[in-house]
């Protein structure tokens, strides 16, 4: 079985488990970004620093927003704009 974190824009690719860091040019680690076809969107920030948002519509989030940028442990999900 191969173990690693998913990328946040291409959730079928990993990186090797024993990376310390994701390889350059990938996004945060913490942070796991899900597109559908359909322009939904969700992100999820599992680290405690707050992450810059993706463009969308914003229609739930779990944590805190401030000046387009998603908090630290906090889901949020969009759509498409």
Same mark, same amino acid.
């Given at each position: 079985m191969r #173990?690693g974190?998913? *990328? &946040? /824009?291409?959730p079928g690719?990993?990186y090797? +488990?024993?990376?310390?860091? $994701? $390889?350059p040019g990938? $996004?945060? +680690?913490? %942070?796991v970004?899900?597109?559908? *076809?359909n =322009?939904?969107?969700v992100?999820m920030n599992?680290?405690p620093? @707050?992450v810059?948002? +993706?463009e969308? /519509? %914003?229609?739930?989030f @779990?944590? +805190?927003?401030e000046a387009?940028r998603?908090?630290g /442990?906090? #889901?949020?999900w969009? &759509? &498409? =704009?």
């Open positions: #173990t974190r998913l *990328p &946040r /824009e291409a690719f990993l090797p +488990p024993d990376a310390r860091m $994701p $390889p990938w $996004p945060e +680690p913490d %942070v970004h899900f597109r559908r *076809p =322009g939904w969107k992100v599992f680290g620093v @707050s810059a948002l +993706p969308g /519509e %914003v229609l739930l @779990s944590g +805190p927003l387009g998603l908090g /442990e906090s #889901t949020v969009l &759509r &498409r =704009g």
